[in-house]
């Protein structure tokens, strides 16, 4: 039917038996890694942060001294709006 694609029959049995099952070949909502360090609340608290260092000199903190703060990883801490390349 379609040689140049080397399907295997596990593999087209699982895709028949995931549209059986949920109707398509999609994945399920919910499914994956729940992003908790990226919400409002946390996002929100870097930017306080942040900002009440801007008016201050000399009272920086760096990236990982937020994230240990917050009790969120290092690249969670980093500032949403400039530094912060993946949000």
Known sequence: ??????????????????????????????????????TADAVAQVEELVQSQEDAPQTHSSQ???ARQLGVSVASACEPKSRCAAL
């Open 1 to 38: 039917m379609f040689p140049e694609k080397h399907w295997s029959r596990s593999g087209l049995n699982y895709l028949i038996q995931k549209i059986d099952d949920i109707g398509n070949i999609n994945r399920r909502p919910g499914s994956g890694r729940q992003r908790s360090a990226r």
């Open 64 to 66: 990982r001294q937020i």
